[in-house]
Structure formats: structure tokens, C-alpha cells
Nanobody, 128 residues
Framework: QVQLVESGGALVQAGDSLRISCAVEGRPARHYTVAWFRQPPGKERAFAAGIREILRQTGGDTDYAESVKGRFTISRDDAQNRVHLQMNNLKPEDTAVYFC?????????????????WGQGTQVTVSS
């Protein structure tokens, strides 16, 4: 059973950059599709970015919500067994709790119910 632990959330100013990380424990991260979802105050959890599992030496594709495309980059560090989300040019509307999620199987996966393993979340607050 895989476990996910997020870290790196912080209070930053608009225009700043921040990298948050998801430590994958128990199994190799490359064997899972891992995504970042975010939940702003009073709103539903929504997909932000995902990276596809490696299966039979193929995979690693990335997918982004339109609202973060060009500003956020998801990457996987196999040596550290982590998935990172680099966030540039942050905006106040990026303020949310960011959750890491993992699943195996079809791609792409953008819906909350498509993921069966979740971390506890990390708070990102962007001040104007």
C-alpha cells in the first residue's frame, strides 16, 4: 500500500515561485500516476496537474489544468521517490490546500474519484 506525504506549502506573494513535494512511501513513485489537486476555501477539490505512471518503459506524460498551464510544472524524482510541483508566477487565486493523489490504470485522470490514495494536504497562500 502506498502512502503520500506532501510538504513545502507556504505563504508567498503574488508573482513568487514555490515548489511543493509529494513523498511516495511504500512503492516506487514511477509505478503510479500521481496528480496534484487543489481545494480553495469554500470550493471543491479540482485537478491541477498529473504525471503518468511508467509501464513497460512507456509513460511519464504530463497533463495540466488550463488555469495553471505555462506556470506550473509537475516532475518526478525517481532517486528521492518524490513528485514535485513547481509553481511560478503565483496568483492570489492559486491559494488553496494542495493534495497529492495516486492511482494506477487509465490516462489521463482528472477526476477526484479516479484516485484511491491521498495525502493530507499542504497549504499554499498567495497574498496580493
Amino acid at each position: 500500500q502506498v502512502q503520500l506525504v506532501e510538504s513545502g506549502g507556504a505563504l508567498v506573494q503574488a508573482g513568487d515561485s514555490l515548489r511543493i513535494s509529494c513523498a511516495v512511501e511504500g512503492r516506487p513513485a514511477r509505478h503510479y500516476t500521481v496528480a496534484w489537486f487543489r481545494q480553495p476555501p469554500g470550493k471543491e477539490r479540482a485537478f491541477a496537474a498529473g504525471i503518468r505512471e511508467i509501464l513497460r518503459q512507456t509513460g511519464g506524460d504530463t497533463d495540466y489544468a488550463e488555469s495553471v498551464k505555462g506556470r506550473f510544472t509537475i516532475s518526478r524524482d525517481d532517486a528521492q521517490n518524490r513528485v514535485h510541483l513547481q509553481m511560478n508566477n503565483l496568483k492570489p487565486e492559486d491559494t488553496a490546500v494542495y493534495f497529492c493523489a495516486a492511482a494506477q490504470g487509465s490516462w489521463p485522470r482528472r477526476l477526484v474519484w479516479e484516485y484511491n490514495t491521498w495525502g493530507q494536504g499542504t497549504q499554499v497562500t498567495v497574498s496580493s
